[in-house]
């Protein structure tokens, strides 16, 4: 039988892993397909679109949760879902905190690009949808960097989370709003604990991509 803080450190920190992975899943599948078709186009729109990722990139999350909140909350749109204060609340306000940061960085690595990538695929007459695989190829990195911002985007958030999960014990706690509340409560050894393994995880994700990193440049 587990000693019931351990117990419920080690439940904190699952649920932690749970909606920090899926927002960060939900970003990466969103962001970085939009980001390369957006980086790799020319559109009348186009400017606007940049624009709007650039602003959603520094956009502050509270206010995210806060739009999450009156969305969510039963007077709201979306209010027949009953998603608010439940994780899949939590989820939806990291991904849209996640996804400007995964989209600004792979459309910047894109940029970085110049056109002469398709030139050979243009030369053959490749369709365009298959001549943008070598760039994809090329730029497997950038998504990499734009894992390591997004996660620490959402992980490092309390606000947002808070609002739309309302820090309910063993229901919508993850780690971050715990360090906080216990803080704030002068546990300091409980926070610290937390903390610990906060950090924790977060060198050994920031391990494992640096080792997929350096792996794909020797390749």
């Not at 739309?164 to 803080?183: C, D, F, K, Q, S």
């Not at 991509?209 to 350096?214: A, G």
């Amino acid at each position: 039988m587990l000693d019931p803080e351990l117990q419920t450190l080690v439940e904190i920190t699952l649920r932690t892993l749970w909606v920090c992975g899926s927002a960060l899943l939900l970003a990466l599948l969103g962001g970085v397909p939009i980001g390369i078709l957006l980086g790799s186009s020319q559109f009348i729109s186009r400017g606007l679109l940049v624009s709007s990722v650039n602003a959603g990139m520094g956009a502050p999350p509270v206010v995210v949760g806060l739009i999450g909140s009156i969305l969510l909350a039963r007077s709201g749109p979306l209010g027949s879902w009953n998603l608010l204060y439940t994780p899949y609340a939590m989820i939806i306000t990291s991904t849209a905190i996640a996804l400007p940061l995964v989209l600004g960085l792979t459309l910047a690595a894109v940029g970085s690009r110049d056109d002469e990538w398709e030139l050979p695929g243009r030369t053959l007459g490749i369709p365009r949808h298959w001549r943008i695989w070598p760039l994809i190829r090329e730029l497997r990195m950038g998504p990499l960097a734009a894992v390591i911002a997004a996660l620490g985007g959402i992980l490092s958030e309390v606000g947002a989370v808070n609002m739309v999960g309302g820090n309910i014990a063993g229901e919508t706690r993850v780690l971050t709003p715990a360090i906080m509340m216990h803080t704030s409560m002068g546990e300091y050894e409980i926070a610290m604990s937390q903390a610990t393994v906060l950090f924790g995880n977060l060198l050994l994700l920031a391990g494992l991509l640096t080792w997929l990193q350096q792996s794909g440049r020797k390749r």
